[in-house]
C-alpha cells in the first residue's frame, strides 16, 4: 500500500522552538546563545579544569561565567580580556564589555 499523502520532512523540536516567537522560543534562542559560547570558551581556553566552566548569563554588558574553585576564577580573571572578545566575537555582539566570574564549588 501507498500512501497519497506527501511525506513531511521531520523537525525537530528544537528547531521549531527557535523560529517560535514566544516565550518559550525566546528562551530556547538564548539557552543556545549561552551553549555556544560555553562550546566556544572551552574551546579556547584549553586549561585543565576548563571543563567546569559554565556561563551562566549575559547581562548588561556582562558575560557571567560560573567556576567551581577559586583558582580557576583567578586565572580567568587573568584572562578576562581574551575572553571578553573571543565571546564577543563568536557571538557577534558588540555589548560584551566585562567578566564576571563566580564561585561555586562542586558538592
Known amino acids: ?6 511525506t513531511r520532512p521531520w ?8 523560529g517560535d516567537k514566544s516565550v518559550l522560543g525566546a528562551l530556547t534562542r538564548r539557552t543556545d546563545e549561552l551553549r555556544r559560547c560555553e562550546e ?8 585543565p579544569g576548563a571543563e567546569s566552566l559554565r556561563v551562566a548569563a549575559i547581562e548588561g554588558g556582562a558575560l557571567i561565567v560560573i567556576v567551581d574553585s577559586a583558582a ?7 584572562l578576562a580580556p581574551q575572553i571578553v572578545a573571543r565571546a564577543s566575537r563568536s557571538l557577534g555582539r558588540t555589548d560584551l564589555d566585562r567578566l564576571e566570574i563566580r564561585i561555586r564549588p562542586e558538592r
Open 1 to 6: 500500500m501507498s500512501r497519497s499523502e506527501p
Open 11 to 18: 523537525k525537530t523540536i528544537r528547531s521549531v522552538l527557535a
Open 40 to 47: 566556544s570558551l572551552k574551546g579556547y581556553l584549553d586549561l
Open 72 to 78: 580557576r576564577g583567578a586565572r580567568l580573571r587573568f
